[in-house]
Every structure is written in structure tokens, then in C-alpha cells.
């Protein structure tokens, strides 16, 4: 097959104006990409996908090694390149102030297409992104979703040679993320399309005819999804905890057994782990109490053996629960009697809209609680409202006893807050971003002093004291918004989509960190469009349009739905399409 992209021996160095060498991002890669084909780049943060990517793109210049995209020698031939691809970054510069069309018409006119020669492509983009209903809509008005799909209709109004996509799905739910896959493979197969995703949700990446595992500038592994995952042929099971014993515990334990379990995640209710290549089936019946059966390995599977098995990687990480508490499985997980958020017909208008109608719950002191729903549902209006940056409309609010209407200020000295999007001083060091919030939440200098020293120990971020938080790589900044947001020690902690765009190792550090959080009484309210993630969570609660429309634990909801063996990727999108189809009249 006719080649799109091929790298041989490829690097790249960043260096400052004296030629001292900041970062090696790239280390002698080689890497093809076939004509008609969907391939797929991933890799934890600062692996070198962006950089890869960019390269491609012509935006980037290689240190050493040669790369030919369409057949040119990228050196020299940038301009000719990117006039036959297109390319959608991580933030695609959508115009919010203009309209759906009016974006399109505009990257229409950046790409030299005549307006009468619109027409046939942007009904038929419109169409398969389901975006024709909003054409007069407001960029700025759109869910997450629907600005992702018009991003890539916008990068589609020239049919390129080759398709370039980073990460386009961070942050969308996953009814959006089907659609989108759809719409690619839509192409793929009308138009042979050549697509390069770089992704952090390993079924995307299942999807594609090629995967590249891209680590610290190195390929561990270029093949199809099923080659790859013959590397973890044999060594995968699932553990079914105890009733009452939550499995992000059960989790918990296994992941701390670095000798005998490379790696453990929550799965429908019980835990999937994979065993060392070393260890025994014998040990794990000697040592848990619970039965465990073998089961098909994904590619998910092979990519946390392929991490934990490149040794810079896993000596990166040796060390990551070191500063947590050892687990147990003897003790009372049940939830706690105290409440510590009341919700009662809590209402939110802008103006005649309603973004959340009339809902009521409660959390308890120590439970992980779950705000799911699809791009504008009202999740994150809801959260906004829980810790008091939004003012509700109607309703009760309760937040660590504080009624959230009379006494904003004496409730917020209970919260701490990581939002979605990294908010801290880029340009302050990470010491003095923990100064100065520390400062804010009125902390005495000898008290500031000491949770410092234990945030920075926790969240491992000692050694990068003096190091700007805005040169950070992406796993870092999390750990950075997280121990700001303990500084004070609050007693409720929200957390806005805090894993959204971080590859898999970095999401079960953090995971591992939240179990030892909620077992100390922390009480952690998280939105997350990982479905996955819900299953660490005691309860959950699902909305959409404003409306509430089931709330309970991962296993009581999956039962509702009548399935054990359900993800909870179908299990969301089972009660997100039942609800919608009912407002339609239609049948469940």
C-alpha cells in the first residue's frame, strides 16, 4: 500500500539559544502510515505524540533522521504539505462569536475554496456531524461535544490527503465520542481518508487498523491492536470483591503489589488485574480471599505492561504509593451516617433556559460521588453551584453544614477545587503557587510551612519546587492543582473532569490517591466523561437537559438496566438514549 507518512530514525531535540539541550523529545523513531488507513499514536504525558504530530504538520523541524509525508521530504517542502493535509490541534481556534456556518465559510476561505463550491461539501459535513439543525447557533453556545464536530468539519471543508487529529475527544462525553468515530470511519471508508489520531482513551485506539505505543520519545510498539495485545495473552483476570467492600479498595491493594500485579482497574463491578509474567496463579489464591477468573486481554492491558515494562518509565514510577496508606480489607466502607452536602430542589435559570431542574440528593462524609451526563447536561452547573461559584436560582443547599444562600465564605473554607482546565500561576514556580494559595486560605506561616513539605512529599513533587508550574508536563500540573487544593485540609473536595486528556498510568495514580483520600473522611464530589471512573465511585448520578435521571451505586443502576456484564460506557448511554427517546414519544 502506498505510504502516507514515513519516519526513519527520526529525533528531535529542544535546545535554548546557547544550544544547551532542554528536552529530548523524540529518540531515533521509524514509523509508517498507509494510504485509506486510521492509525493511532499513544502514549502517557510528554511521550513526544504532540511533537510527532506537529512535525508531520510541518510546524516543527526534525533534529536528525529523515520524514516524508505524501511522499515529500517534510525539510523544505512545509508549505507544499500542509496545502494537501489537515491538521486539528488540541484547542481548535473555533471563532465563539460566529456562527456554526460562518466558521466553516471562514476556514473555507483560510483553504481557498470559492463559496459556490461549498455547497455539496458543507451539506454533507453538516449531515454526518448532525450539526445541520445549528447552523445559525453560536459557536460559544455549543455543547463540548458539538464544538469538537464542528472543529473537525471545519478541518474538513477541504477533502485533505491525510487527516491529522490531536486528542479530539478530551473532554466529550461518550455519545459525542461514538459519533465522532463514526464520522471517521465514515471517511475512512468513503472517501479513503489517511487519519493520524493521537488519543487518550485506549478502545479509540482499538478502532484503528495501526497503533504506535510512544514513551519518553521512544516506540515500544508499532502494530495492529490485536498483535499488541498478545502481549498480555494469559495474564489478565477479574477479582469480585466482598458486599460492602468497595473495589476501588480491592483496586487499591492490588496495584500495591508491585511484585505479583502490573496493573488493576474497576470492571463492571469487580476488578481486572494482570498478573507479573513471574508470579504464579497460586499466590493470588493463597493471598486474596476471593475467587478470580482468567479473561481476554485488551489493548489497554498491553499498553500498562508495555509502560511498566520500559525501565525509565518504571523506575518513574516505583515510587508512586509510597506516600499513601497501606490497604486493608478488614473494616466498615459502608457510608457514613453524616451528610455533608443536602440538596434539595436546587434550580438554575439563564434566563428563560433551565440548565438544572429541580433536583435533589445527598453525599455522605467519605463517599466518592459521581456527577456524569452527556455535553450539556447541566453537570457542570450543578458542580458550580455545589461549590459556590454559581448562585442557584431556587432551591436548598447545603455544604459542610453551611447553607451555601447565607454564608458562602465559612462554606468554602471547607472546599477545595481542581477544575477541569489548569488554573494555578503558570509563571509562578510550584513553591510559590503553594505559597501564595496557602496565603489565600488564611493558613498560619509555621501551618503553611508544614503542608507544604507534606503535599510536596504526597503528590511527589519534590524536586520540582523551583520549576515554573506552566513548564509542567500534564500529569504533573494535576498533582500540582491537587496538593494546592489540600493545602487547607478541607473537608469536601471537587474535582471538575481532573483526569481529562491524562493517559491510563497517570489515572490510576490518581485514583490510587483518591481511595486513600475518601478512606480518611475526605468527601470527593468528581465529574468525569471516563465511564470507566464511575465504578470507583460509591454512588453516581446520571443527568441530562437539567434532569435528574438515575442516582445510586454503579451496581444498583447497572441492574436497572438489566445487565451485570453491561460497561458502564453502555450502561450511560443505554439510560441517556432511553430518556431521550421518551421525550420523543417513541418507544423505550
Excluded at 240 to 255: K, Y
Excluded at 514 to 527: E, F, H, N, P, Q
Excluded at 576 to 586: I, L, P, Q, Y
Aim: proline share 4%; glycine share 10%; hydrophobic share 40%.
Amino acid at each position: 500500500m502506498e505510504l502516507i507518512v514515513r519516519a526513519d530514525n527520526l529525533s528531535k531535540v529542544f535546545t535554548d539559544k546557547k544550544g544547551n539541550v532542554l528536552a529530548t523529545a523524540l529518540k531515533s523513531i521509524n514509523f509508517t502510515l498507509k494510504k485509506g488507513t486510521l492509525t493511532a499514536i499513544v502514549g502517557p504525558d510528554g511521550a513526544g505524540k504532540t511533537t510527532f504530530m506537529r512535525m508531520i504538520a510541518g510546524l516543527i523541524t526534525p533534529t536528525s533522521g529523515s520524514l516524508e509525508v505524501l511522499e515529500m521530504n517534510i525539510a523544505g517542502n512545509e508549505q507544499r504539505v500542509q496545502e494537501q493535509i489537515s491538521y486539528m490541534p488540541q484547542k481548535f481556534g473555533l471563532y465563539e462569536d460566529l456562527s456554526v456556518e460562518e466558521n466553516m465559510s471562514l476556514y473555507a476561505r483560510l483553504h481557498g475554496i470559492s463559496p459556490d463550491k461549498e455547497g455539496d461539501r458543507f451539506a454533507q459535513l453538516l449531515n454526518m456531524t448532525g450539526l445541520s439543525s445549528f447552523t445559525k447557533r453560536l459557536a460559544g453556545n455549543l455543547s463540548g461535544g458539538m464544538k469538537q464536530k464542528l472543529g473537525l468539519a471545519c478541518t474538513l471543508v477541504r477533502s485533505p490527503d491525510l487527516l491529522l487529529l490531536d486528542e479530539p475527544t478530551v473532554g466529550v462525553d461518550p455519545l459525542s465520542r461514538r459519533e465522532l468515530w463514526e464520522i471517521l470511519g465514515q471517511l475512512v471508508k468513503e472517501e479513503e481518508l489517511s487519519v493520524l489520531v493521537n488519543t487518550a482513551y485506549m478502545d479509540e485506539a482499538e478502532r484503528c487498523q495501526m497503533v504506535y505505543v510512544l514513551n519518553e520519545g521512544k516506540i515500544l510498539a508499532g502494530a495492529s491492536p490485536n498483535a499488541i495485545k498478545q502481549l498480555a495473552a494469559g495474564r489478565c483476570y477479574r477479582m469480585t470483591p466482598e458486599d460492602g467492600v468497595p473495589t476501588r479498595v480491592l483496586q487499591g491493594l492490588l496495584l500495591d503489589d508491585k511484585e505479583h500485579v502490573v496493573d488493576a482497574v474497576p470492571e463492571m463491578g469487580r476488578v481486572r488485574f494482570i498478573r507479573q509474567k513471574g508470579a504464579d496463579e497460586k499466590y493470588f489464591v493463597e493471598n486474596y480471599p476471593y475467587g478470580f477468573i482468567p479473561v481476554s486481554e485488551r489493548l489497554e492491558d498491553a499498553f500498562m505492561i508495555l509502560l511498566h515494562g520500559d525501565s525509565a518509565q518504571a523506575n518513574a514510577n516505583s515510587n508512586t504509593s509510597v506516600n499513601v496508606a497501606p490497604l486493608s480489607l478488614n473494616g466498615n466502607f459502608s457510608l457514613s451516617d453524616e451528610i455533608d452536602i443536602e440538596v434539595k430542589d436546587l434550580l438554575r435559570k439563564f434566563g428563560d433556559f433551565i440548565a438544572v431542574d429541580k433536583t435533589s440528593f445527598q453525599v455522605h462524609k467519605g463517599e466518592v460521588f459521581g456527577l456524569l451526563g452527556p455535553n450539556g447536561a447541566g453537570k457542570t452547573t450543578t458542580f458550580r453551584m455545589l461549590c459556590g461559584l454559581l448562585p442557584m436560582s431556587g432551591g436548598f443547599l447545603s455544604v459542610a453544614g453551611v447553607n451555601l444562600r447565607h454564608a458562602q465564605t465559612e462554606a468554602r473554607r471547607n472546599i477545595g477545587y481542581v477544575a477541569q482546565k489548569f488554573s494555578l500561576y503558570s509563571d509562578l514556580t510550584v513553591l510559590e503557587n503553594l505559597s501564595f494559595f496557602g496565603g489565600v486560605y488564611g493558613l498560619s506561616k509555621k501551618k503553611l510551612t508544614e503542608r507544604i513539605q507534606t503535599v510536596l512529599q504526597e503528590f511527589h513533587l519534590t524536586g520540582k519546587e523551583n520549576v515554573p508550574a506552566g513548564d509542567l508536563p500534564g500529569g504533573y500540573k494535576q498533582r500540582l492543582s491537587m496538593a494546592t487544593a489540600l493545602l487547607h485540609e478541607p473537608k469536601i473536595l471537587f474535582l471538575d473532569e481532573p483526569t481529562s486528556g491524562i493517559d491510563p498510568l497517570t489515572r490510576r495514580d490518581f485514583w490510587r490517591q483518591i481511595t486513600d483520600l475518601s478512606l480518611r473522611g475526605t468527601t470527593i464530589i468528581i465529574t468525569t466523561h471516563f465511564m470507566e471512573e464511575a465504578e470507583y465511585c460509591d454512588r453516581i448520578m446520571i443527568q441530562d437537559k437539567g434532569k435528574l435521571l438515575a442516582i445510586g451505586s454503579p451496581e444498583k443502576i447497572r441492574a436497572q438496566q438489566g445487565g451485570q456484564d453491561m460497561s458502564m460506557n453502555e450502561v450511560f448511554i443505554s439510560i441517556v438514549e432511553s430518556s431521550r427517546k421518551g421525550e420523543h414519544g417513541e418507544e423505550h
